[in-house]
C-alpha cells in the first residue's frame, strides 16, 4: 500500500508565485526527504529534514515537518520556469534500509 | 566525486523474452544498492535493495530478480518478460542507511514490452 501521498497531484503557476507541495505518510520516521525529477530522468535530492527538526531552508526551498500529523510540505520561492517538474516526498522509516516514496506533485511554472 | 551508470537508456522488448539491466557506482565501496520501478505519471515503487554483495533483499513478489556480483555493480533481470513490466526503471545509491542519507539515482531504463 502507498505509504506517502502528495497534494496536489498537479499544480500550474506562473513564474515568481511561489509553489507550495504537502506530503502525507503513514509510518513514523527518521526523516523526510524531497526530490525533483524532470521528465524522463532520475530522481535529484533536494533536501532532508530529521525528524526532530521542524524546518528547514536551502535557497528558495523551505521544507517543514510536523510529525504529530505526520505531514511535511515543501515551498519553492519566487519560482522560475526551470522549476517545472515532479516533486516527491521520501520518508525514512526508523530502522528500515529503504525509502517510501510518495505519489508525487507535478508543477508547471508558466514564464 | 561519486557516479551512478545505467544501461541501456531505452528498450523495446517482446513478450517472453529475457531482461537484463545493470547499474554500476563509480568512486565509493560498499553503497547500498537500489531498484525502482516506476509506471506513467506514478510515484517510485522499490523493487529490490542490497546492502552488501550477495545479499538481496525483495519487496514486492513479482517477475522480476535482482543480484549483486560486485560491490559497485547490481543487475535487473527476468528470464521471461510480461506486458506488465514495462515502465521507467531506476537504480539508485546511498552511501549508508537512509535514516542518515539521502539516495542518489541513475539516470534511468526506459523499458517497453511490446
Known amino acids: 500500500s502507498q505509504q506517502g501521498e502528495e497534494d496536489p497531484q498537479a499544480l500550474s503557476i506562473q513564474e515568481g508565485e511561489n509553489a507550495t507541495m504537502n506530503c502525507s505518510y503513514k509510518?513514523?520516521?527518521?526523516?523526510l526527504q524531497w526530490y525533483r525529477q524532470n521528465s524522463g530522468r532520475g530522481l535529484v535530492h533536494l533536501i532532508l529534514?530529521?525528524?526532530?527538526?521542524r524546518e528547514k531552508h536551502s535557497g528558495r526551498l523551505r521544507v517543514t515537518l510536523d510529525t504529530s500529523k505526520k505531514s511535511s510540505s515543501l515551498l519553492i520561492t519566487a519560482s522560475r520556469a526551470a522549476d517545472t517538474a515532479s516533486y516527491f516526498c521520501?520518508?525514512?522509516?526508523?530502522?528500515?534500509?529503504?525509502?517510501?516514496f510518495g505519489t508525487g506533485t507535478r508543477l508547471t511554472v508558466i514564464p | 566525486s561519486q557516479t551512478i551508470h545505467q544501461w541501456p537508456a531505452t528498450l523495446v522488448q517482446p513478450v517472453g523474452s529475457p531482461l537484463s539491466l545493470e547499474c554500476t557506482v563509480e568512486?565509493?565501496?560498499?553503497?547500498?544498492l537500489y531498484w525502482y520501478r516506476q509506471a506513467a505519471g506514478r510515484g517510485l515503487q522499490l523493487l529490490f535493495y542490497?546492502?552488501?554483495?550477495?545479499?538481496i533483499s525483495s519487496e514486492v513478489p513479482q517477475n522480476l530478480s535482482a543480484s549483486r556480483p560486485q560491490d559497485r555493480q547490481f543487475i535487473l533481470s527476468s528470464k521471461k518478460l510480461l506486458l506488465s513490466d514495462s515502465g521507467f526503471y531506476l537504480c539508485?545509491?546511498?552511501?549508508?542507511?537512509?535514516?542518515?542519507?539521502?539516495?542518489?539515482f541513475g539516470p534511468g531504463t526506459r523499458l517497453t514490452v511490446l
Open positions: 509510518t513514523s520516521i527518521n526523516n
Open positions: 529534514i530529521r525528524s526532530n527538526e
Open positions: 539508485a545509491w546511498s552511501p549508508d542507511r537512509p535514516s542518515y542519507n539521502e539516495q542518489f
Open positions: 542490497s546492502i552488501g554483495i550477495g545479499q
Open positions: 568512486g565509493t565501496s560498499n553503497p547500498n
Open positions: 521520501a520518508g525514512a522509516q526508523t530502522g528500515a534500509n529503504n525509502l517510501f
